[in-house]
């Protein structure tokens, strides 16, 4: 009678054993926050701020206390961005074709300047590329398509990566010098962890 306790007591030792592997097993195991969803809004998010936001909202020159946009404020201070009406994007767009219309490889240094100002408040986990890409004469009565990437912040490659979202908008305006209309150009923003 007394054998019958011991068969019990190892019979729950053993039972206790596997739950306990069991679930440090499973409690061990990170959790994970589904990546596509978080770049998919963060991508989103940035998608929007570069088409709503003014440079009038990011205009803080007049202010003696807040130089948070010092690179924008000398550009509109300068005078290259010469409208402050423009949204970010607009503006990329007028660098854009300011680019490939004047000789000057300095628009292409403005657009990334305006752009690294703007996207360095992102987390450094974030890696982006901002890519425009439009139709330009070739001199010869037929278009070329030229694609340019303006901006460029990777810390890891876009093949090491499992996902990469790509967020595509139109951008267009009109150039006041010589009130021409510009674009339309796909401003590409893509994003990846």
Same mark, same amino acid.
């Given at each position: 009678?007394?054998?019958?306790? *011991?068969?019990?007591i ?13 679930f ?15 770049l998919?809004m963060?991508a989103?998010d ?6 709503s936001?003014?440079f ?6 007049n202010s ?5 946009f010092?690179v ?11 409208n ?7 503006q ?18 403005n ?8 996207l ?19 001199g ?10 303006? *901006? ?7 093949e ?14 009109v150039d ?6 510009w ?11």
């Amino acid at each position: 009678m007394k054998k019958k306790g *011991y068969f019990f007591i190892l019979d729950a030792l053993i039972g206790i054993l596997i739950m306990s592997i069991v679930f440090v097993t499973f409690l061990s195991d990170p959790v994970d926050v589904p990546q596509k969803p978080r770049l998919d809004m963060v991508a989103s998010d940035v998608q929007l701020l570069f088409s709503s936001i003014k440079f009038r909202d990011l205009d803080l020159s007049n202010s003696p206390t807040i130089t948070e946009f010092p690179v924008i404020n000398d550009l509109i201070d300068s005078g290259v961005i010469s409208n402050i009406d423009n949204t970010l994007s607009q503006q990329i767009g007028e660098f854009y074709y300011k680019l490939h219309t004047i000789p000057d490889a300095s628009y292409r240094g403005n657009a990334g300047d305006v752009l690294g100002e703007i996207l360095e408040v992102l987390p450094g986990q974030y890696n982006f590329e901002v890519r425009l890409v439009g139709d330009f004469d070739d001199g010869g009565g037929g278009t070329i398509e030229i694609s340019e990437m303006l *901006y460029d912040r990777t810390n890891i490659a876009k093949e090491d990566s499992d996902v990469v979202i790509v967020r595509t908008s139109f951008v267009f305006g009109v150039d006041p010098v010589p009130n021409e209309l510009w674009g339309p150009y796909v401003f590409e923003v893509k994003m990846w962890e």
